[in-house]
C-alpha cells in the first residue's frame, strides 16, 4: 500500500525519531511511505482554543494536500482525531464537508493502521525488560484505540507488558490546559508518574509525543530511569533479546 505519512508539528520539530521510526515500521510492513514536505499544522491547537476561522484555513489546506493519498497514516492519535472533525468546521459547507469526510475516511493513526488496516500484529521488534502503555485521550476516547497497540507491544520479543493501574487516565497534558493550569496539570502527571514507577517498567509507551513530553519531562525531573517511548519507536527497535526456553 502507499501510505502518506502525516508526521505532526511535534514530532517534526520536536521528535523527529519517532517520523523516522514510523516510516522504518511502515516500511517493514511492505508499505511504500511518501512524504509531501508542503504539510503543516492540522490546526487542532486553534480548534480546541476556539480559533474557528484560523482552523478552517488550515484544515482546507491539509485536504487540499492529502486528499490525493490512498491512506494517510500519522504517529498521533490528537491529530488524527482532528481530521476526523474537519467535518465541524464545515458545517454550512457541502463540498469542503464532503471533502473533509473523506479524507477523514483514509486517514489512520499509526498503531491503528497496522492492526486494523494492515492486519499486522509483529512487525519483527525485539526490546528487553518490562513495558506499560498510556492511553492517550484522544486516541483512546476519539478513536477507540485500545487493543491494538497492547497487540503489538505483546508481539515484541523480549517485552513483559504490564497493565498500568490508571492506563486510561489523563496524563495531565491537554495541551494549552498545562499552560494555563499548571499546578492541576502536575498534580494529575503525579498520579500517572506513581503508577509507572510501581509498575516496575523500563519504559512508558504511547503514541502521542504531548503525552509522552509531559510524562517523560516528569520522569526525569525525578531522576527517573524509565524511558518514554513512542509506540513507533519500540516497534522499530532491535535489541539483541536472550530467548529462554
Not at 5 to 25: H, M, R
Not at 160 to 168: G, I, K, M, R, T
Amino acid at each position: 500500500m502507499r501510505v502518506s505519512l502525516f508526521v505532526t508539528c511535534l514530532v517534526d520539530q520536536l521528535w523527529p525519531s519517532i517520523g523516522a521510526a514510523t516510516v522504518e515500521v511502515l516500511q517493514r510492513a511492505g508499505c511504500e511511505v511518501v512524504f509531501d514536505e508542503r504539510q503543516t499544522c492540522c490546526g487542532q491547537p486553534a480548534f480546541n482554543t476556539g480559533y474557528r476561522s484560523e482552523a478552517r484555513a488550515l484544515a482546507r489546506r491539509f485536504i487540499e494536500i492529502f486528499e490525493g493519498s490512498d491512506a494517510v497514516v500519522s504517529p498521533s492519535g490528537s491529530c488524527t482525531a482532528m481530521v476526523k472533525h474537519f467535518r465541524d468546521l464545515f458545517a454550512d459547507d457541502d463540498e469542503w464537508r464532503a471533502r473533509a469526510q473523506a479524507l477523514a475516511a483514509r486517514t489512520h493513526e499509526f498503531g491503528s493502521f497496522l492492526v486494523n488496516v494492515l492486519g499486522v500484529e509483529d512487525v519483527g521488534a525485539s526490546f528487553s525488560g518490562r513495558v506499560g502503555w498510556h492511553d492517550a485521550c484522544h486516541g483512546l476516547r476519539d478513536l477507540n484505540v485500545h487493543r491494538e497497540p497492547r497487540r503489538l507491544i505483546q508481539n515484541v520479543r523480549g517485552v513483559e507488558f504490564v497493565e498500568l493501574a490508571n492506563a486510561d487516565a489523563c496524563c495531565g497534558f491537554g495541551g494549552t490546559f498545562s499552560v494555563k493550569y499548571p499546578e492541576i496539570s502536575v498534580a494529575i502527571l503525579d498520579n500517572k508518574i506513581d503508577a509507572i514507577e510501581k509498575a516496575g517498567v523500563r519504559a512508558i509507551v504511547s503514541s502521542d509525543a504531548s503525552c509522552l513530553m509531559q510524562i517523560g519531562g516528569r520522569l526525569t525531573r525525578n531522576g527517573s530511569a524509565v524511558k518514554a517511548m513512542h509506540l513507533a519507536e519500540l516497534l522499530a527497535a532491535r535489541e539483541d533479546v536472550q530467548q529462554t526456553v
